[in-house]
């Protein structure tokens, strides 16, 4: 389990190695991705709290990368932090996020991105819920709900 501490870390010293990389041209990236996708993704931007249909579902499923299709989270650790961003506990895996620490707009924070395609995804603090005391605040439009199938048993 991350903490804090190993956010720091990696922020600091170094992101742990991806699985794989997908690497594109930003013309590519534009052609794949909708206008507000490539505007947060790509551009470092942000959506508007509570705005993002993510935000409200807890279906059981995969999140993953709108960019590349990486799975970044699992929904059984997404949690209501009342933020207004879709807020998760952990990663779906250690590799899955790199981190970089932000100075943007007056503040300190360290900002999560895919590992695998660099894509922007939103930030990582100190103030989530036990046993790791981590939030990760994503935006909706840079992640995808692959929904678990109901077995037919």
């Keep these: 389990m991350l903490t804090w501490k190993d956010v720091i870390n990696f922020a600091v010293n170094g992101n742990p190695t991806p699985d794989r990389r997908v690497e594109k041209s930003e013309a590519e990236w534009k052609a ?34 709108v960019c590349c299709g990486t799975p970044l989270f699992d929904s059984t650790i997404k949690f209501s932090s009342g933020t207004g961003w879709p807020s998760f506990t952990q990663p779906i895996k250690e590799n899955a996020i790199k981190y970089e620490k932000d100075t ?20 990582v603090f ?28």
């Design 104 to 123: 943007s707009y007056g503040m300190v924070r360290v900002e999560v991105m895919c590992n695998t395609c660099d894509g922007h995804l939103g930030h």
């Design 32 to 65: 794949q991705l909708t206008p507000e996708q490539y505007r947060i993704t790509r551009e470092k931007g942000t959506e508007r709290p509570h705005s993002g249909e993510l935000c409200s579902i807890y279906d059981a499923g995969k999140y993953n990368c």
């Design 126 to 153: 100190p103030d989530g819920p036990e046993p790791s005391g981590l939030r990760y605040c994503i935006n909706s439009e840079s992640m995808t709900l692959e929904k678990e199938l109901a077995n037919d048993n």
